[in-house]
């Protein structure tokens, strides 16, 4: 039977005021007890220690205060699921009857409920631990900033491998942090580090996304039945996180809301306190649908994960688990005519099976949807009546849940929101890195086999005659003699494909390599006067306003490994763009690691064509739909923007060996190629002159950063300021 509303809302403010009595004014006794400590206490031992350059003592608190947050919200999950039925014996006594003691019974109800989770808090946290700590040390840790500290200070502690995690785990979420991305680039080449360090100590809270990048993985492959298996994991694995954030919701301390109007009583506090909890709750959905170090969440994460499950299980021959995904999204858009005409679809397709034709959606969907509609509407009813703010996570969100006298606004709010996302679908199709296609190309020989209107895209041209043929010969020959001992790979299978081998050399190995007598000077200096070459053809098509550098340069060969190419699907590089990361579904490229951001301009320096595939291809932002092909031949030179307009991969060498020259410039001064640099050094020692275009750069300070995401807001509300270090560089 229904109760009433005030009711509940004063039995749960008095019960919120039974748990917080149980903590309020008790000191920390530390973990002497066993119990957990106040971890934000552990935090500042660790900052003080830290700036008093006690690295052992500094090191030991902050893992400590890290540790210490993750065991709290283990233990606040498992007291809310240890009395998630607690007082629930007194449910068939909760009648209406004139007189009755319904009220009573409904208040005793919730006392259990939170005498149980007081007593499962007090078993495992000290009274110190359980109060809510402060909106700073909630952003410090939001922003992992105690990986910050941590990384440099096991770097003066020697422990390099522990150093490299910690400044991972703070990238992944920082990823414009531009001193960082400097460490992780040295502890790279430190004595050591292996690759094993550069793992995210936070990857427990964002397993969905790793599903989720697992899943698209599988699509682009076609290999339906395995990414059916992810999107499913993807599906649970957020409703568990959604799930475990709502719990931390109900089981953390709670502050009162501010006190804005003096005549306030008890329903009308408990009212909004109990408002805020759900509101909380609601706000889970952006909190998990959000990747870290974004500042906006992906918008209808569960339906877009239904969407694409439904569409995995159709191709991979799950009729029925198609048709129970694609009701479960029906409970989110009931009207979407996409939807109900692939439903009918599926119905057709399973003609004589009833029982697949009428199965279901999901319980946990549906359960998801009923619980968020009963509370959005509790909302929205405390928006229109007690004056309550609340911001709707949601674009599924029916209007008959939003009362008659807020709609007007409501429908303006969202024509607005839907307005900011058709602008900002266009503002993706246009490229803004200040290169402009169509300037003149300055050497004798070179000309202009392909521009933007032949390659049907935007800062995207193809030059023949860069090279002579003994140019080419003579780079091809280096490559055979040193490629397989440049890098590292010495040959190995290629980190894209399993069925070709991959080489390379950058400018530095090839004049160490030189050095040693292995490979002929003059072939290790053409090899970097070629790519002054490049940069001097593209510097001026690309009319760059600004300085170009060098960001890297490398050579690279890849090689089919025979017999393994039968009925091969896979390509030799995937669908990606060069400084952003590509989501084909959404058709959004952000700007974040692991992508090279500082990158501006790609080119590709072909050496030859006496192999089979391998060719480059772009295509639309869905990485499905082809512009433009490019066929290898020696001294042919691709040149474009590296940004969201260029989605480009390569087509599976199928025999032969395929080399070329891949080079990425930047504008900004402090990425560029010091390897590079070096070995101009050391040319520049011995007395040797090198072949250099001169870079003029217009200020003489650098440039500032850009920003890590292109496709964000510029600024964070309420950003506060990080507690630095001053020791971010190593």
Aim: net charge negative; charged share 25%; aromatic share 8%.
């Amino acid at each position: 039977m229904a109760l009433g509303a005030a009711a509940v809302y004063v039995a749960l403010g008095l019960a919120s005021l039974s748990v917080l009595g149980g903590v309020c004014g008790a000191s920390a006794p530390g973990s002497l007890s066993g119990l957990l400590p106040p971890y934000d206490e552990l935090y500042y031992l660790g900052v003080r220690a830290y700036f008093k350059e006690e690295w052992e003592r500094a090191a030991e608190h902050l893992e400590k205060s890290i540790s210490t947050r993750q065991a709290l919200r283990r233990t606040r999950r498992r007291c809310h699921d240890e009395c998630s039925t607690a007082g629930d014996e007194l449910a068939p006594g909760l009648g209406t009857e004139k007189g009755g003691s319904w009220d009573l019974l409904v208040l005793e109800w919730i006392q259990q409920r939170a005498e149980c989770i007081r007593f499962c808090l007090g078993q495992s946290v000290t009274p110190a631990g359980q109060l809510p700590v402060s909106m700073d040390i909630e952003y410090e840790f939001g922003t992992r900033n105690p990986y910050n500290f941590l990384q440099v200070t096991y770097y003066k502690l020697g422990k390099l491998q522990k150093a490299a995690t910690a400044a991972h785990t703070f990238f992944v979420a920082n990823p414009s942090h531009l001193e960082m991305r400097n460490n992780i680039e040295k502890y790279r080449r430190m004595s050591g580090v292996t690759e094993d360090a550069f793992n995210d100590r936070e990857r427990e809270l964002e397993k969905h996304w790793e599903f989720y990048d697992a899943a698209t993985l599988a699509e682009s492959t076609s290999d339906w039945t395995r990414a059916v298996e992810r999107w499913k994991e993807c599906v649970n694995e957020t409703l568990k996180q959604t799930d475990d954030c709502r719990a931390q919701c109900v089981v953390a301390s709670q502050s009162f809301p501010e006190e804005t109007d003096s005549t306030e009583g008890v329903y009308e506090k408990a009212a909004a306190l109990t408002l805020s909890l759900l509101s909380c709750k609601q706000m889970c959905v952006s909190l998990v649908s959000m990747r870290p170090g974004r500042i906006s969440p992906q918008e209808d994460f569960i339906p877009l994960q239904l969407e694409h499950l439904h569409i995995a299980q159709y191709k991979a021959g799950d009729l029925k688990g198609a048709v129970k995904t694609l009701r479960s999204l029906l409970l989110f858009y009931p009207t979407d005519p996409d939807s109900l005409s692939n439903l009918q679809l599926y119905s057709e397709s399973l003609e004589g099976d009833a029982e697949a034709q009428d199965t279901g959606p999901s319980q946990e969907i549906a359960s998801y949807v009923s619980r968020a509609l009963a509370e959005k509407k509790l909302l929205y009813f405390g928006v229109e009546n007690l004056d309550f703010k609340f911001i709707d996570p949601d674009l599924w969100t029916p209007e008959g849940i939003v009362p008659e006298s807020l709609r007007e606004s409501w429908r303006a709010e969202r024509e607005l929101l839907n307005e900011k996302l058709k602008e900002g679908e266009k503002w993706l199709e246009v490229d803004d890195s200040g290169f402009y296609a169509g300037g003149p190309v300055p050497l004798v020989g070179v000309t202009i086999t392909m521009d933007d209107l032949a390659m049907n895209g935007t800062n995207r041209v193809v030059l023949d005659g860069v090279l002579s043929q003994s140019e080419c010969d003579a780079v091809m020959q280096l490559a055979s003699v040193a490629a397989s001992v440049g890098d590292g790979y010495k040959g190995r299978r290629s980190p894209h494909t399993p069925h070709e081998k991959f080489e390379g050399l950058t400018v530095l190995r090839a004049l160490k390599l030189a050095q040693d007598g292995i490979v002929n000077q003059s072939d290790a200096r053409l090899l970097h006067e070629i790519g002054e070459r490049a940069r001097t053809l593209l510097h001026s098509y690309f009319r760059s306003h600004s300085a170009l550098y060098f960001a890297y340069t490398h050579l690279v060969c890849r090689s089919a490994i025979p017999g393994h190419q039968d009925g091969r699907l896979d390509l030799s590089h995937p669908v990606h763009v060069d400084n952003c990361i590509l989501e084909p579904e959404t058709r959004q490229c952000w700007r974040e690691a692991p992508a090279f951001t500082h990158r501006d301009l790609s080119a590709i320096l072909y050496l030859n064509e006496d192999f089979e595939g391998g060719e480059l291809f772009f295509t639309d932002r869905d990485a499905k739909t082809v512009t433009a092909r490019v066929k290898p031949s020696c001294g042919r030179l691709v040149g474009f923007t590296s940004g969201p307009v260029n989605p480009h991969g390569v087509t599976a060498v199928t025999a032969g060996r395929r080399c070329a020259l891949a080079l990425w410039f930047t504008t900004e001064k402090h990425h560029r190629d010091m390897e590079r640099e070096q070995a101009e050094a050391m040319w520049a020692a011995d007395g040797q002159s090198v072949v250099k275009e001169d870079q003029e750069d217009p200020d003489s300070a650098l440039a500032p950063a850009r920003s890590g995401r292109s496709q964000t807001s510029k600024g964070r509300s309420k950003e506060r300021e990080r507690v630095t270090s001053g020791r971010d560089e190593l």
